[in-house]
């Protein structure tokens, strides 16, 4: 069965520094698109930053020079380094797995999200 369990939310003060992490199962983590998405209380959920099979990255203009998104292709594992946080930075954050099927499909699969608040 497909599992995505995130893990290192909490709470930071601005400027400080947190790292998500994403533990993944029961799919071709090698071949998939991994990606972190947020959603703030109010908000519809968005795109933080993926990384594909091919290790590129991509992210949001909002945490451009902020996060680095890296993957693990031997543990199945994603991270999500979160510098200079601030308090807009507060959301759940979620994993996310896109894993091609057949020559033009994807399934996705979700974590249950963690919790990053930015305060003083």
Not at 10 to 19: A, C, H, K, M, Y
Not at 46 to 70: C, M, N, Q, W
Request: net charge negative.
């Amino acid at each position: 069965q497909e599992q995505l369990v995130e893990s290192g939310g909490g709470l930071v003060q601005p400027g400080g520094s947190l790292t998500l992490s994403c533990a993944a199962s029961g799919f071709m983590f090698r071949r998939s698109t991994m990606s972190w998405y947020r959603q703030a209380p109010g908000n519809g959920r968005e795109l933080v930053a993926s990384v594909d099979a091919h290790a590129t990255p991509t992210y949001a203009d909002s945490v451009k020079g902020r996060f680095t998104i890296s993957r693990d292709d031997e543990e199945d594992t994603v991270s999500l380094q979160m510098n200079s946080l601030k308090p807009e930075d507060t959301a759940v954050y979620y994993c996310q797995a896109a894993e091609p099927i057949g020559r033009y499909g994807t399934l996705e699969y979700w974590g249950q999200g963690t919790q990053v608040t930015v305060s003083s």
